[in-house]
């Protein structure tokens, strides 16, 4: 039985079975393991997520910022950017269906090996005061949400980067709201932990005053591998604790996996190249 964790598929479905054929995935064996950004982009995000649905347990997904965003398009709370692709989910005969199996997803998961090491997985990152037992809990938070009629009331006032700074304290929206972009949106932070949500540069090109989150002093996820999307322009990192998979699928790059089985410290790199759907800028 192989696990395989896979970045950002952004609506390259073509891209997303040439990757699984090429490992000859197996749903009745294997489990995926996606780091969020299922859709958007690319040129079949129903595609994406009819498969997902079709293997059932076999895929366990994370949700990203633009599979949110396709939630919020769908209820009428965001308009669709000159960018964005979500056409094949919202005119779909089906849409219902794709949009309910979406929002059923969470925002982090987790999974022990053999040996009892355990790797975190979110799309974007994490809080440096966050543990592995609260980053799961803070993700079930907002996932009650995502499942209960007071989803379309969240959508209209998810978007926003206040408040920038995780506290225990925070209620209500700005709770949410701060869940929400840290798992999602995260790259750059002071070390502290507020978080900065204009600069998209390669780790090395970090602002002033600024670090990325994995880099925090302090980090509670530390002691664990965390695996996460969300940031091309970082590149491939696959470190003992850490697994950053979003290779730029969607602009032309790669689609990547990481095999394991049951032990975290051995892996295997699976990538294959991609057609670029757009480009960046």
């Not at 308009?79 to 949009?99: G, H, I, N, W």
């Not at 095999?259 to 294959?272: G, K, T, W």
Request: some cysteine.
């Amino acid at each position: 039985m192989a696990r395989y964790f896979i970045g950002d598929i952004q609506g390259c479905h073509s891209a997303f079975l040439n990757l699984l054929q090429q490992v000859e995935f197996s749903p009745s064996r294997d489990t995926l393991y996606l780091l969020g950004d299922l859709v958007n982009r690319g040129p079949d995000s129903a595609g994406v997520l009819r498969q997902c649905m079709a293997w059932g347990d076999a895929v366990q997904p994370v949700l990203g910022n633009h599979d949110l965003h396709l939630l919020a398009a769908a209820h009428g709370m965001r308009k669709s950017s000159r960018r964005d692709t979500l056409a094949s989910v919202l005119e779909a005969p089906d849409r219902a269906a794709l949009l309910d199996w979406l929002r059923q997803q969470p925002l982090a998961r987790s999974w022990t090996d053999a040996q009892g090491r355990q790797v975190l997985m979110v799309h974007a990152g994490v809080q440096p005061s966050w543990t592995l037992a609260q980053t799961l809990a803070l993700s079930a938070e907002v996932q009650h949400v995502l499942t209960s009629p007071a989803l379309p009331d969240f959508l209209q006032q998810m978007y926003g980067n206040l408040p920038d700074q995780w506290d225990d304290a925070l209620t209500g929206t700005d709770r949410l709201r701060a869940i929400v972009n840290t798992l999602t949106r995260i790259r750059f932070c002071t070390p502290e932990g507020r978080m900065d949500f204009e600069s998209a540069e390669s780790a090395a090109q970090a602002p002033e005053g600024l670090v990325p989150w994995f880099t925090c002093p302090a980090r509670q996820t530390a002691q664990h591998v965390v695996a996460f999307g969300h940031w091309s322009t970082l590149g491939l990192i696959n470190q003992p604790q850490l697994m950053a998979l979003d290779t730029g699928c969607v602009w032309g790059g790669q689609l990547t996996a990481v095999r394991v089985e049951d032990d975290l410290q051995a892996r295997e790199l699976i990538q294959i190249d991609c057609e670029q759907a757009q480009r960046p800028g």
